[in-house]
């Protein structure tokens, strides 16, 4: 048997509209390189038909994997089984929908072969795209590297090729709500990127909804960054600073200018406003509180239903 050299790692979410087109890219792509690859699609709980797809490939091409989750556990901890399956001595994680552009691929292994162990694709431009989505991710990256001391690239996605090495050590860190692009920053080792401008999505429609897009940034903000917790005790402190100063005020009205003001605007003004904000931080303490009720419970991260592909090396190794 020989050893793969590069294990190509898509996550699939109801991407029936795509994914055989995408394998077939895939498998073009990397048969330019003449080097032995595989290509291990993950399905994160599709309610159509992509896994079937998919299995129907890996009966015919041994170099088309499947790992099938029992239930959607979300993009990350797909791209997550997807790294702890991977055989290969460089991994890259691409999208199923191929907005990631497979010829990128060939550039981050051309720099691998110069020595850098992460080469993550940084984007240009996105096209196809809504206004919304544009601006609230570039948002997102800016609030993120504002909060971090961990060095985390702007306006990067998990499009990224990294070293077996790397791969190692990021199976190590079992945190539960993971950003996995933050997290490969956060090893260090030999970064670098290539650039390249996202494409539309081939066909279907974005699996990220806002719900999903608001959670996956609290997840990227919490896991790398307390500063939340921070900002809070400092909002805290100024507030209660300005509330005495305006105490001071009202007593010194009261005593000595017999000002009686009057005061039910301003008591429930303040009223409304104290509470809003403490509602919001307690919010926030609760991210988490949440975050590590997460990690203490110890679950897997996620559960496989079945895999294909994956069972003739495991008897190869046995014998
Ligand atoms: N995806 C997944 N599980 C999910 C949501 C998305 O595996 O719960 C996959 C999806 O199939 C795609 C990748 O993650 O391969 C990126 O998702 P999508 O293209 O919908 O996100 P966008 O590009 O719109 O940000
Ligand atoms: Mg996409």
């Not at 792509?29 to 309610?47: A, H």
């Not at 051309?110 to 850098?116: D, F, I, L, N």
């Not at 702007?154 to 539960?176: A, P, Q």
Request: aromatic share 12%; net charge neutral.
């Amino acid at each position: 048997m020989t050893r793969v050299k590069y294990s190509i790692i898509v996550p699939m979410f109801n991407e029936e509209a795509v994914i055989t087109h995408t394998c077939a890219k895939l498998i073009e792509v990397m048969d330019s390189l003449k080097e032995p690859y595989e290509l291990i699609f993950i399905n994160d709980g599709s309610r159509d038909q992509s896994a079937d797809l998919i299995r129907g490939i890996c009966l015919q091409d041994s170099r088309v994997k499947l790992i099938d989750f029992s239930r959607n556990f979300g993009h990350q901890l797909a791209i997550t089984a997807g790294m702890d399956y991977a055989g290969g001595d460089a991994i890259i994680i691409i999208d199923a929908d191929l907005q990631d552009p497979p010829e990128v691929m060939l550039a981050m292994i051309a720099k691998w072969k110069e020595g850098y162990d992460v080469v993550y694709g940084k984007r240009l431009q996105r096209k196809g795209e809504t206004w919304f989505k544009k601006t609230t991710a570039s948002m997102f990256y800016r609030l993120l590297r504002s909060m971090t001391n961990v060095e985390i690239p702007v306006d990067t996605g998990d499009f990224r090729l990294i070293d077996r090495k790397v791969n190692d050590v990021l199976s190590r860190l079992k945190e539960k709500n993971r950003f996995v692009r933050g997290l490969v920053s956060w090893v260090g080792f030999r970064q670098t990127s290539v650039e390249y401008v996202r494409e539309e999505r081939f066909a279907g429609e974005t699996k990220y909804p806002l719900r999903k897009m608001i959670s996956f940034a609290l997840d990227g903000i919490t896991s790398f960054s307390y500063k939340p917790l921070k900002l809070a005790s400092y909002l805290g402190f100024i507030l209660s600073v300005l509330s005495f100063i305006y105490l001071v005020v009202v007593l010194v009205q009261k005593l000595f200018f017999d000002g009686q003001m009057p005061g039910w605007t301003s008591i429930v003004a303040i009223n409304l406003l104290f509470n809003g904000i403490i509602l919001i931080l307690l919010g926030v303490m609760g991210e988490y509180i949440g975050r590590i009720y997460d990690e203490s419970k110890d679950r897997p991260l996620y559960i496989v239903r079945e895999t294909k592909g994956f069972e003739e090396e495991a008897e190869a190794e046995a014998r």
